[in-house]
């Protein structure tokens, strides 16, 4: 099956620092989305990039579909960003994400 | 405002018993998926329904049961079968074709 590795696991900031998140696949890049999940439990849709380079506010991705990598950069840190990001990926044709087991992040004060 | 519900939040369930858990969409998605999430885990697929009453097995099906009435419901059914329930299980959605996913804010699982 799919495999999506993510790196590092875990990651502590000080706040208004900035950071990368690695997602490596084992497939072809399909259908790859950047997910954040609060301490709640909630997950929310970050980003849909099966390639190329997205921005939204303080947070940007870029997929290197050819390399097999994704990476979610996170600028000028703060408390809010704190919890678990996910990055998955589903086979070609398919809908069904494959998540990798993600890294949680921590900003603190 | 559209989005998907889950319920009950938290939910206990002896040993040998079958719970069921609930998903509610409003948002005319035509997809809908089970994932089971444990301590320290990313997402496992159990379930998902492309289309009103059809639905295929992912990779963890063993112990639970869909079904898919109506386009806007797909309800979860941990069985007895299933010997280790507990978990936080989410609900996703999304549009046929698409693949953007919305979450449910999930469902608390835990054998007493």
């Known amino acids: 099956g799919i495999q999506v590795e993510q790196s590092p696991p875990d990651l502590i900031l000080q706040e208004g620092a900035n950071s990368t998140l690695r997602c490596n696949f084992s497939?072809?890049?399909?259908?790859l989305q950047w997910f954040h999940q609060n301490p709640w439990g909630q997950l929310i849709n970050l980003f849909y990039i099966p390639s190329g380079t997205k921005q939204n506010g303080r947070l940007s991705a870029t997929t290197v579909a050819t390399e097999r990598y994704s990476l979610l950069y996170i600028s000028s840190s703060q408390t809010t960003d704190s919890g678990v990001y996910f990055c998955a990926n589903s086979g070609a044709g398919s809908y069904q994400l494959t998540f990798g087991k993600g890294t949680k992040l921590s900003v603190i004060p | 405002d559209g989005g998907i519900t889950q319920s009950p939040k938290y939910l206990f369930r002896k040993e040998g018993q079958n719970v069921t858990l609930s998903c509610e969409q409003n948002?005319?998605?035509?997809?809908m998926y089970w994932y089971r999430q444990d301590p320290g885990q990313g997402l496992r697929l159990i379930y998902y329904?492309?289309?009103?009453?059809?639905?295929q097995k992912g990779d963890i099906a063993e112990g639970y049961s869909v079904s898919r009435e109506k386009k806007e419901s797909f309800p979860l059914t941990v069985t007895s079968a299933q010997k280790n329930p507990t978990a936080f299980y989410l609900c996703?959605?999304?549009?046929?074709?698409?693949?953007?996913?919305?979450f449910g804010s999930g469902t608390r699982l835990t054998v007493v």
């Open positions: 996703a959605s999304s549009v046929q074709g698409e693949y953007g996913y919305t």
């Open positions: 497939d072809s890049v399909n259908n």
């Open positions: 329904s492309q289309i009103v009453n059809d639905f």
């Open positions: 948002l005319n998605h035509d997809a």
